[in-house]
Nanobody
Framework: QVQLVESGGGLVQPGGSLRLSCAAS????????MGWYRQAPGKQRELVAG???????NYADSVKGRFTISRDNAKNTVYLQMNSLKPEDTAVYYC??????????????WGQGTQVTVSS
């Protein structure tokens, strides 16, 4: 089976920074796209940033210029560097990965979520 384990969330003051990590483990053949989503209370889950297996990235307009997504394919890990954080960035952040397993249809997997709170 596959597990995505996130880390790095927490409480930070406005203007501060956090770095989220998400490591995939299991009998993984390879990983296609990876990404970060977030869900604030009372709101729908939204895409924050995505990165392809080749390194192409895309970002939500609300985080462009402040967040950077990256990945380490050797470690099956995706990162989200978040700078200049704002209170409206407060949400539970979820890692997502499209993973290929041998003998199993390719599908998306989700992490358990990590809370990010931006408050003074």
């Amino acid at each position: 089976q596959v597990q995505l384990v996130e880390s790095g969330g927490g409480l930070v003051q406005p203007g501060g920074s956090l770095r989220l990590s998400c490591a995939a483990s299991g009998t993984i053949f390879s990983i296609n796209g990876m990404g970060w989503y977030r869900q604030a209370p009372g709101k729908q889950r939204e895409l924050v940033a995505g990165i392809s297996s080749g390194g192409s990235t895309n970002y939500a307009d609300s985080v462009k210029g402040r967040f950077t997504i990256s990945r380490d394919n050797a470690k099956n890990t995706v990162y989200l560097q978040m700078n200049s954080l704002k209170p409206e960035d407060t949400a539970v952040y979820y890692c997502n990965a499209n993973i290929i397993l041998i003998g199993v249809p390719t599908r998306d997997y989700w992490g358990q979520g990590t809370q990010v709170t931006v408050s003074s």
